[in-house]
T-cell receptor, first 107, second 119 residues
Framework: DIQLTQSPSFLSASVGDRVTITCRASQDISSYLAWYQQNPGKAPKLLIYAASTLQSGVPSRFSGSGSGTEFTLTISSLQPEDFATYYC?????????FGQGTKVEIK | QVQLVQSGAEVKKPGASVKVSCKASGYTFSIYEIHWVRQAPGQRLEWMGRVNGDNGNTKFSQKFQGRVTLTRDTSASTAYMELSSLRSEDTAVYYCARDTYFGDGLDIWGQGTVVTISS
């Protein structure tokens, strides 16, 4: 199985900060990576697919980059509604594994 | 609008089985795959498997092979996940989610079904 490791696992930031989350894959997954946002008690929400394509309706302050084994999710200016947990998922092969998550909290 | 609506919370005893349904609306059910993802309390998302909406073809995580059955009823636009031989570690929220047409992300999610295993 492909392992995904996110860093950091926990991040404390302020409104307006630029935030970057990294996802590293244990083997080459090309650009087959998606990012999700999950709020407590809610289902995840797709933010980015194909590593860098913004899902319809997602604010442009979210962006994704990378290919191969290293990927990043960037929030250019953190908003109050962005405090949540973020997960990456690889779609290169089965099983479609997720990272362990990065919780973004208010400083 | 496009949505997935799951069945309600379940409480089961160890060794029993549970079957969760996921009803789709607002799109052509047979064109897309439905994936199942679970999340134990305080844990990461865990991919369980998927069923093809058209031909019923399935793929599973090896972890659940032999214990999970994924089916669909195209006439009812509904997918089902049945998990057997339940144990306490199966206590989790179970989600169904629709894969995008090109298989590059889960774009529509059900609201989640809480399954509690307790003797």
């Amino acid at each position: 199985d492909i392992q995904l490791t996110q860093s950091p696992s926990f991040l404390s930031a302020s409104v307006g900060d630029r935030v970057t989350i990294t996802c590293r894959a244990s083997q080459d997954i090309s650009s087959y990576l998606a990012w999700y946002q999950q709020n407590p008690g809610k289902a995840p929400k797709l933010l980015i697919y194909a590593a860098s394509t913004l899902q319809s309706g997602v604010p442009s302050r979210f962006s994704g980059s990378g290919s191969g084994t290293e990927f990043t999710l960037t929030i250019s200016s953190l908003q109050p509604e962005d405090f949540a947990t973020y997960y990456c998922q690889q779609l290169n092969s089965y099983p479609r594994t997720f990272g362990q998550g990065t919780k973004v909290e208010i400083k | 609008q496009v949505q997935l609506v799951q069945s309600g919370a379940e409480v089961k005893k160890p060794g029993a089985s549970v079957k969760v349904s996921c009803k789709a609306s607002g799109y052509t059910f047979s064109i897309y795959e439905i994936h199942w993802v679970r999340q134990a309390p305080g844990q990461r998302l865990e991919w369980m498997g998927r069923v093809n909406g058209d031909n019923g073809n399935t793929k599973f995580s090896q972890k659940f092979q032999g214990r999970v059955t994924l089916t669909r009823d195209t006439s009812a636009s509904t997918a089902y996940m049945e998990l057997s031989s339940l144990r306490s570690e199966d206590t989790a929220v179970y989600y169904c989610a629709r894969d995008t047409y090109f298989g590059d992300g889960l774009d529509i999610w059900g609201q989640g079904t809480v399954v509690t295993i307790s003797s």
